[in-house]
């Protein structure tokens, strides 16, 4: 067994000091490619301030991303990167979009500058605004631990982490990726095969650390990968077998990128 591709994500939300501008930063190492993207947000509007995409690789360069300032770093801000970064194609959107998912989770440990009362009303807003989104918001009535119990102690200046890695490694017979998550919430990992058309022929993964054994459930879906081409997947028909707001969010993402890793190392790296 050969390791052909590996992927690395780190993303953080920081800041100095309460009050302080959100920095919110997307690190991403791979074989492919070392870039990051950058975003410092207001804390309690959200809105982004300063907007920079970074290039690590040869030749290093920082670009300022204009059209994102003034953005609410927030659910359906979509169309605002899509826009902003044009002609930069899909991945430098993808990073970026970490690092708005990154300033949502972060908003748990926010939620005074956000206008809530409590944290029992912030979990309780999250309840209506992200009802039947994800197995656990969809089985509100069976859930153990409400999220702010989940969450736990206040954080005041590191608010968030998460780490992804994918690694694609290629068999006698076929391709095997193992992809990984881990940050302040959860801890989630999935193993894919693949044979040599790209045919998934195995895909397993567990829900290591989540807020509620409600979640785990979610793996259970992962068995409808089996038989798909991977080239065929794209993210919304990927949701729509692993259960949509029944499954899990991450493993849609994680299964999803694990497939794209695949791509990659085959079109792009070049290994056959």
Same mark, same amino acid.
């Given at each position: 067994?050969?390791?052909?591709?590996?992927?690395?994500?780190?993303?953080?939300? *920081? #800041?100095?000091?309460?009050?302080?501008?959100?920095?919110? #930063?997307?690190?991403? !190492?791979?074989?492919?490619?070392?870039?990051?993207?950058?975003?410092?947000?207001?804390?309690?509007?959200?809105?982004?301030?300063?907007?920079?995409?970074?290039?690590?690789?040869?030749?290093?360069?920082?670009?300022?991303?204009?059209?994102?300032? +003034?953005?609410?770093?927030?659910?359906?801000?979509?169309?605002?990167?899509? $826009?902003?970064?044009?002609?930069?194609?899909?991945?430098? @959107?993808?990073?970026?979009?970490?690092?708005? #998912?990154?300033?949502?989770?972060?908003?748990?440990?926010?939620?005074?500058? @956000?206008?809530?009362?409590?944290?029992?009303?912030?979990?309780?807003?999250? %309840? /209506?605004?992200?009802?039947?989104? !994800?197995?656990?918001?969809?089985? =509100?009535?069976?859930?153990?631990? /409400?999220?702010?119990?989940?969450?736990?102690?206040?954080?005041?200046?590191?608010?968030?982490? #998460?780490?992804?890695?994918?690694?694609?490694? *290629?068999?006698?017979?076929?391709?095997?990726? !193992?992809?990984?998550?881990?940050?302040?919430?959860?801890?989630?990992?999935?193993?894919?095969?693949?044979? *040599?058309?790209?045919?998934?022929? $195995?895909?397993?993964?567990? =829900?290591? @650390?989540?807020?509620?054994?409600?979640?785990? %459930?979610? &793996?259970?879906?992962?068995?409808?990968?089996?038989?798909?081409?991977?080239?065929?997947?794209?993210?919304?028909?990927?949701?729509?077998? =692993?259960?949509? +707001?029944? +499954?899990?969010?991450?493993?849609?993402?994680?299964?999803?990128? &694990? =497939?794209?890793?695949?791509?990659?190392?085959?079109?792009?790296?070049?290994?056959?």
């Amino acid at each position: 067994m050969s390791n052909i591709l590996q992927r690395h994500w780190l993303t953080t939300v *920081r #800041r100095d000091a309460p009050g302080a501008f959100l920095e919110a #930063r997307t690190v991403y !190492c791979g074989t492919d490619c070392e870039v990051g993207a950058f975003l410092k947000v207001d804390p309690v509007s959200f809105t982004v301030i300063e907007a920079t995409w970074e290039n690590y690789s040869p030749p290093a360069a920082n670009m300022d991303i204009v059209g994102l300032r +003034g953005v609410q770093a927030y659910f359906d801000c979509g169309p605002a990167l899509k $826009e902003a970064l044009a002609g930069m194609g899909e991945f430098p @959107r993808s990073v970026f979009a970490d690092t708005v #998912r990154g300033v949502i989770q972060a908003e748990t440990f926010l939620y005074t500058e @956000r206008g809530f009362a409590s944290a029992v009303e912030y979990s309780n807003y999250w %309840e /209506k605004f992200y009802a039947d989104s !994800c197995r656990y918001y969809s089985n =509100l009535h069976r859930v153990n631990r /409400k999220w702010h119990e989940y969450a736990g102690h206040m954080r005041t200046s590191n608010l968030f982490n #998460r780490f992804k890695a994918q690694s694609v490694y *290629r068999e006698v017979n076929d391709y095997r990726v !193992c992809s990984q998550l881990s940050d302040s919430f959860h801890e989630l990992n999935v193993e894919i095969v693949l044979d *040599r058309q790209l045919v998934v022929t $195995e895909c397993r993964g567990t =829900l290591l @650390r989540v807020p509620d054994p409600v979640c785990q %459930e979610a &793996a259970v879906f992962l068995d409808q990968m089996v038989s798909r081409p991977a080239s065929a997947q794209s993210k919304k028909q990927i949701a729509g077998l =692993l259960g949509r +707001g029944d +499954g899990c969010v991450h493993l849609i993402d994680m299964v999803y990128e &694990a =497939l794209e890793s695949v791509t990659i190392a085959i079109e792009v790296i070049g290994i056959i």
